[in-house]
C-alpha cells in the first residue's frame, strides 16, 4: 500500500532562511509519481513539481530545489533564502504507477517570519 | 480560465440535512476526484470517476454519494449530514487516470462546510 510520511507538523524559520521540509514514501511499486502541493493562507492548493521514479536527478526553480533519492525513499523540498510569501502548509504526495489517485502526506506547515 | 470551479465555497447545514456539492472543469479532463482535508490529517480521497460514466470510491467514502453527471461535471452529495463531516471539500481533475510527464492534477478552492 501506498504511504506518505511528513514527519514535520510545523516550522518556523526567520526570514531569509533556508529550510528543508522532509517527504518520506512507501511504495511496492517501481513505477510512480511524487507530488509537491502549496496551500497557502487562502486555502487553494498550488501543483509545485512532479518527478517520476526513473528520474532521480535533482530539480531546481528560482528559491526552490527537490532533492529525490529512491535509496532512502525520500523526496524533500528546499526553499533558499525564504520569504514571508512562502508561509503555507505543502503537501507531499504520491501516486502508484502513475494511474492511482494521489495519496497525500498530513501536510506541514510553514511559518516564515519577518 | 477558471479551471475547476466549486460552489459552494461556504455552507453551514444542520445535522441529518442534505446537499451537494457542485464541481465543474473546463480542461477536457477525463478524470475528476473529490478530497476531504481535515485539521493534521492532510487530503484523503472521498471518491473518484476515471472517465464518465464510472464513479470508484477512495478511503473515506462513507455517508457520501457521486455522480459524474457528464465529463465537465462530479458532484458530492451528502444524503444526512453528520458533524463527522465538517471538513473542507476540494474537488480535482486530471486529463486522465494515467498520471505521466504531461499530466497532473489540478484542484478547485475548496469548500468549508460546517454541520452543526
Known amino acids: 500500500a501506498q504511504k506518505v510520511t511528513q514527519a514535520q507538523t510545523e516550522i518556523s524559520v526567520v526570514e531569509k532562511e533556508d529550510v528543508t521540509l522532509d517527504c518520506v514514501y512507501e511504495?511496492?511499486?517501481?513505477?510512480?509519481?511524487l507530488f509537491w502541493y502549496k496551500q497557502p493562507p487562502s486555502g487553494e492548493l498550488v501543483f509545485l513539481i512532479r518527478?517520476?521514479?526513473?528520474?532521480?536527478q535533482n530539480e531546481i526553480s528560482g528559491r526552490y530545489s527537490w532533492n529525490f533519492q529512491k535509496s532512502t525513499s525520500s523526496f524533500n523540498f528546499t526553499i533558499t533564502a525564504s520569504q514571508v510569501v512562502d508561509s503555507a502548509v505543502y503537501f507531499c504526495a504520491l501516486s502508484e504507477r502513475g494511474n492511482t489517485p494521489l495519496v497525500f502526506g498530513k501536510g506541514t506547515r510553514l511559518s516564515v517570519i519577518a | 480560465n477558471a479551471g475547476v470551479t466549486q460552489t459552494p465555497k461556504f455552507q453551514v447545514l444542520k445535522t441529518g440535512q442534505s446537499m451537494t456539492l457542485q464541481c465543474a472543469q473546463d480542461?477536457?479532463?477525463?478524470?475528476m476526484y473529490w478530497y476531504r482535508q481535515d485539521p493534521g490529517m492532510g487530503l484523503r480521497l472521498i471518491y473518484y470517476?476515471?472517465?464518465?460514466?464510472?464513479?470508484d470510491k477512495g478511503e473515506v467514502p462513507n455517508g457520501y454519494n457521486v455522480s459524474r453527471l457528464n465529463k465537465r461535471e462530479f458532484s458530492l452529495r451528502l444524503e444526512s449530514a453528520a458533524p463527522s463531516q465538517t471538513s473542507v471539500y476540494f474537488c480535482?481533475?486530471?486529463?486522465?487516470?494515467?498520471?505521466?510527464?504531461?499530466?497532473?492534477?489540478?484542484f478547485g478552492e475548496g469548500s468549508w462546510l460546517t454541520v452543526v
Open positions: 518527478r517520476n521514479s526513473f528520474d532521480e
Open positions: 480542461m477536457n479532463h477525463n478524470s
Open positions: 480535482a481533475s486530471s486529463e486522465s487516470r494515467q498520471i505521466t510527464v504531461g499530466n497532473t492534477i489540478y
Open positions: 511504495t511496492r511499486d517501481t513505477t510512480y509519481y
Open positions: 470517476s476515471a472517465s464518465e460514466g464510472t464513479t
